[in-house]
């Protein structure tokens, strides 16, 4: 099955600075690569994803690129500010129904980022 | 807010005890997820529901029963747990169960088996 490997597990930045999160994954068949953000005492909640059929995507100052060959993904977040301190989570999923699966959503250990005023 | 609530927050319980977790989601989504996340572990899916069917069970011990009375509604029903059963369960819903739907989650319940 799939397995998602994350990292670094924690990262710690100054204010103003860039922050990157590095996830590889291991099925070649998984085509769709969300990430989450959790904040203290909430749920995990998506703030980009990306398909396989795109290598890259940026929303504002969060943008994601996709290696399919090397089979790795990673989030960059421009211009830290203290509140995207939280942990990020990836995740990856192979297409629903595929070879039975529901493409059930696996996800990495997490990243605690600590973005310092 | 996501639209998901859980309810309770905060739970605690004993080895012996018979206590519920619940899930609502005022989203319309036809999909509803129980996932537990324990510490410096990826989070792991334990049920699926799609149209208050059950889909997917991710060989959860039978101390876990889930219920979903309808596509609003999921429950989690807990008996002769163990401490490392003591984790934050999350919700989560998807307008459907597709690997491409995004998974709304709620706060979760932080749950301590004693």
């Known amino acids: 099955g799939e397995n998602v490997e994350q990292h670094p597990s924690t990262l710690s930045v100054q204010e103003g600075d860039s922050a990157v999160i590095k996830c590889t994954y291991s099925d070649s068949a998984s085509n769709y690569f969300p990430w989450y953000k959790q904040e203290l005492g909430k749920g995990p909640q998506l703030i980009i994803d990306?398909?396989?059929?795109?290598g890259e995507k940026k929303d504002q100052r969060i943008a994601v690129t996709l290696n399919k060959t090397a089979k790795h993904f990673s989030l960059h977040i421009t211009e830290t500010q203290p509140e995207d301190s939280a942990v990020y989570f990836c995740a990856a999923s192979r297409p629903s129904n595929y070879g039975g699966s529901q493409g059930n959503l696996i996800f990495g250990k997490g990243t605690k980022l600590s973005v310092k005023p | 807010e996501t639209g998901v609530t859980q309810t309770p927050r905060h739970l605690v319980m004993g080895m012996t005890n018979k206590k519920s977790l619940k899930c609502e989601q005022h989203?319309?989504?036809?999909?509803m997820y129980w996932y537990k996340q324990s510490a410096k572990k990826p989070l792991e899916l334990m049920f699926v529901?799609?149209?208050?069917?059950?889909?997917e069970n991710n060989s959860v011990p039978s101390r876990f029963s889930p219920e979903c009375p309808n596509s609003s509604h999921l429950f989690l029903h807990l008996h002769t747990l163990q401490p490392e059963d003591s984790a934050l369960y999350l919700c989560?819903?998807?307008?459907?169960?597709?690997?491409?739907?995004?998974?709304?989650f709620g706060p979760g319940t932080r749950l301590t088996v004693l």
């Open positions: 989560a819903s998807s307008q459907a169960v597709l690997s491409t739907d995004t998974q709304y």
């Open positions: 990306i398909r396989s059929n795109v």
């Open positions: 529901y799609s149209l208050e069917e059950r889909v």
């Open positions: 989203l319309g989504h036809n999909a």
